[in-house]
Structures are given as structure tokens and as C-alpha cells.
């Protein structure tokens, strides 16, 4: 399947070429007047959540980000980044060094703040975790949760969805693409990032690989040790209720939030 054509003449694209297709959207390299590109097309003719993303790489115009090359009603063309991404050295036995370059793009990121109105708040993004769960683990993380939020320091703006597949080297060395663009805590943007990249499931489960990685984020960032190991426990329980494939009890990382809440509470009592 080719892009409209309308829409390539509109937006003064050529030779679309398929990169990959997702829930929401499909993918093409493209020629632009910028250089190559890509062309991202909504599925149902809209951002969906991906509008706030999309208005904070524009705020971040470049900077450790894919460029915003064009815009228009249910499409965007970002800047191509040629990689690899932090997952393809991850995979290629190099994960020694990717905890220090997420640590790096995610001070870089912070430093850049500035006002970007429509990002939803960290609180909102934990709304689901707050819902009635039986489940112990769930019980412990909605607590945990409410308590770093109620301790949270002057909200910045967020990737929101920092991990290894979303860095990717290009021109202007790592630079993040699919920002899902949250307002808070600066210690919540690496909590995805322990239990990626995708490939590695004993990784994401090795203790000490965990602590390895906090110990870079805590050392590179400045953040508390506790409340980035505590984001990590509480984003592992949200993406577990956010996966709507499978039930709670019999997803295959449902060993995960124990493992990062024991990892969390040895923090704090250190």
C-alpha cells in the first residue's frame, strides 16, 4: 500500500518506500525538500494520543529530538534518523554502554524544558493504577505511586515513553522519536527504560542489571536513586494494565512488578 498521492504532492513528498506498520498509524522513508524523511499516516485520520508528543518535539525543535518537518490533519513528517537505536546495541551485546546514553538524552532533554500547553499530567497518566486491583502488587504500587506524586518536585515536561527503540543515533548524534509528551516528575522519564529494549527478556529480570542501571541514572541524572527505582515499579504495573491483550494475571511480565518493587524498597532502606 502506497501513501495518497494528494497527500505526498501536498506535503511535497516523493518516492515513499514502506517502513513499518503499527496500531495506529503506518510508516514511510520519503524524499523531502528537507532531505529524507518519514511519513506517518493515522489510521483513523487522527493523532490520537500522539498530539502532545508531536507538539513537544516541535518545542524541542532538534534538539537530542527528530525534527517536525511538516504537519497536517491526520499525518506528520519527521526528520529520518538512519540509527541504530540503543536496542540494536542492546541486542548486539553493547548494553554495557546504553544506561549512560539514556541517562545523557534524558538530562539533555530536561534541561531543555520549557512550557508546552496540552501534555498530560504524570497524575492523570497513573489514573488507571488507582482503580480498584486485588492484587497485592498493584495494591503497593498505587500506594507508591500516590506517595511520589505527593512528594514530586516543580513538574517538567517528559518523553513519556523514554526507552532504547525510541533512541536512535542520527546527524546530530541521539536524538528520541515518539514522544508521548507528559508534564512531572523528571525522575519518572527513565522508568521504562529498565524493562526494555524488546529481545531481551532475561535482561529486563537480571537484578543486577537493574541495580547497574540505576546506579548510571542516579550518577548521571542527579535524581534520587529511590524515586527513579519507585517510577520504574509503578510504570511496570501501568504498562501491564495498559496491555488490554491479556489478562493482568497471565501476561508473560507479570513477574516484573515484585522484581522492581523488592529492587525499589531495598533502595529506600539503604
Not at 114 to 132: I, K, M, N, T
Not at 144 to 151: C, E, F, I, R, T
Not at 152 to 175: E, F, M, Q, S
Request: hydrophobic residues 40%; aromatic residues 6%; charged residues 20%.
Amino acid at each position: 500500500m502506497i501513501p495518497d498521492q494528494k497527500l505526498l504532492s501536498q506535503l511535497g513528498l516523493s518516492d515513499p518506500a514502506a517502513l513499518a506498520e503499527t496500531a495506529i498509524a503506518r510508516l514511510w522513508r520519503v524524499t523531502s525538500p528537507d532531505g529524507p524523511a518519514v511519513l506517518k499516516v493515522y489510521r483513523d485520520g487522527d493523532e490520537q494520543d500522539e498530539g502532545p508528543g508531536l507538539d513537544l518535539m516541535r518545542a524541542w525543535n532538534g534538539r537530542s529530538a527528530a525534527r517536525v518537518l511538516a504537519r497536517t490533519s491526520g499525518a506528520v513528517v519527521l526528520e529520518y534518523l538512519d540509527g541504530p537505536s540503543l536496542g540494536d546495541l542492546a541486542r548486539d551485546r553493547q548494553d554495557h554502554d546504553t544506561a549512560r546514553i539514556l541517562a545523557e538524552v534524558a538530562q539533555r532533554l530536561s534541561t531543555q524544558s520549557q512550557p508546552v500547553h496540552g501534555l498530560v499530567s504524570l497524575a492523570d497518566r497513573c489514573a488507571p493504577l488507582f482503580a480498584s486491583h486485588h492484587d497485592p502488587d498493584f495494591a503497593r504500587a498505587a500506594a507508591l505511586a500516590q506517595s511520589l506524586l505527593a512528594g514530586a518536585p516543580t513538574p517538567v515536561a517528559l518523553h513519556g515513553d523514554l526507552h532504547h527503540d525510541n533512541i536512535l543515533r542520527g546527524p546530530r548524534g541521539w536524538c528520541v522519536i515518539d514522544p508521548k509528551g507528559v508534564c512531572g516528575d523528571p525522575a519518572y522519564e527513565l522508568a521504562n527504560a529498565f524493562r526494555n529494549p524488546v529481545g531481551l527478556p532475561q535482561a529486563i529480570r537480571d537484578p543486577d542489571r537493574l541495580r547497574a542501571m540505576l546506579a548510571t541514572f542516579a550518577t548521571t541524572t542527579g535524581l534520587p536513586p529511590d524515586r527513579l527505582m519507585g517510577w520504574a515499579a509503578v510504570h511496570v504495573c501501568l504498562s501491564l494494565i495498559w496491555d488490554r491483550s491479556t489478562p493482568h494475571a497471565d501476561h508473560p511480565d507479570r513477574d516484573l512488578p515484585p522484581l522492581y518493587l523488592s529492587i525499589y524498597e531495598a533502595v529506600q532502606s539503604a
